[in-house]
């Protein structure tokens, strides 16, 4: 939902060529870059190049948006004591902790990539020496005070947010230190970044509580309702990394699940899990019942999105998964969960 996350990246699924210029695609090895060029400019000027190279904010920011927005969405249409929902103020500080929590991980995931980037994607900001790593610890710094300073007025959203951040901070060392996992486990990377973007879809709950006036539920009410509308965006953002990662004939260096279940394992899980995503809203929404439910329905919409991507792949004997499909898939997701959320509680 983000930024190009590599095999084992914690960065949650993203949108787009930033989610996007892939970093898996094997490419012909180039000379390594300087460990530590001189510095291309100041601060201000190696960020830019960052954010130009590895995370263009327009597209960040409109990922970001449907994703919180379309989230939040979905708790309102799910939960029968809320009558009447629109985002507000706390949506917007949602937007902006999402923005930035993006941006961190794909720091985080341009540190652990550098000695892979260096070898197949040269052209990267980190890996041709336009940012500098010191440039992006201390971004990791002062993103995490930011958030932490940003949502300091919801103690359940500040303590998702902080775990979250503490979590990535110790699976970006185990990488960067002990050397595991290694970049080509992708499985293992996947379930090990998971925790990431359940800590964030959780720190989305806990602000659509506050906002609502029902963050004084119990944990295990909060948690037994929250558990089902999880899934739902977990199973959407697992068909998301395998698409992402769907090639016919993986290259040497190439990072694919194919790799790992074969081509028709690995497409019949990425369409799997997002029939499975959209049947568990379908269970929990019961749009069958009529009513304002009946927007529950548009769940079904990014299925068919994901079934004409699988045709046109089998069809065409293509190389890699429609890229259309791979970007819009998850916005799709989300801005169903908003028509939801907004029709549902009208």
């Avoid at 095999?7 to 060529?17: D, H, I, Q, R």
């Avoid at 000027?45 to 990922?63: E, Q, Y």
């Avoid at 930011?146 to 103690?155: D, K, V, Y």
């Avoid at 004409?308 to 970007?327: E, G, I, N, Q, S």
Wanted: hydrophobic content about 55%.
């Amino acid at each position: 939902m983000s930024p190009p996350p590599s095999s084992g990246s914690t960065t949650p699924p993203a949108t787009a060529p930033p989610v996007s210029a892939p970093t898996d695609p094997a490419a012909p090895a180039a000379p390594a870059a300087p460990t530590d060029p001189a510095a291309p400019g100041p601060f201000t000027v190696r960020l830019g190049a960052f954010l130009r190279g590895s995370f263009p904010l327009p597209l960040s920011l409109v990922f970001a948006t449907v994703w919180a927005v379309g989230a939040t969405g979905l708790f309102a249409a799910a939960d029968a004591r809320v009558e009447h929902w629109r985002p507000g103020w706390g949506t917007v500080g949602a937007v902006v902790t999402v923005l930035v929590d993006l941006l961190l991980l794909r720091a985080a995931d341009d540190l652990r990539d550098l000695p892979y980037d260096r070898l197949h994607n040269p052209s990267r900001p980190l890996a041709r020496g336009a940012v500098l790593p010191r440039d992006l610890y201390v971004l990791a710094g002062a993103g995490g005070a930011f958030l932490l300073l940003l949502n300091a007025g919801n103690p359940a959203a500040l303590l998702l947010i902080a775990a979250q951040l503490a979590y990535t901070t110790l699976l970006v060392g185990a990488e960067l230190v002990l050397g595991w996992p290694r970049g080509d486990a992708v499985v293992t990377g996947v379930l090990l970044s998971s925790p990431v973007q359940v800590l964030l879809n959780l720190y989305l709950y806990a602000v659509f509580l506050h906002d609502v006036g029902l963050d004084a539920d119990s944990v295990g009410h909060a948690a037994r309702h929250a558990l089902p509308l999880l899934a739902v965006i977990m199973l959407a953002a697992t068909h998301h990394e395998l698409v992402r990662k769907i090639v016919r004939e993986p290259g040497p260096h190439e990072r694919t699940y194919v790799r790992v279940f074969g081509l028709r394992t690995t497409v019949a899980l990425a369409l799997g899990s997002a029939a499975a995503s959209a049947a568990v809203s379908l269970a929990v929404l019961r749009p069958w019942a009529g009513g304002a439910a009946g927007w529950g329905w548009s769940a079904l919409l990014p299925v068919v999105l994901a079934a004409l991507a699988a045709r046109r792949f089998t069809r065409d004997a293509a190389a890699r998964w429609p890229v259309a499909a791979v970007v819009g898939y998850l916005p799709a997701v989300f801005l169903c969960q908003l028509l939801i959320g907004l029709g549902g509680t009208s």
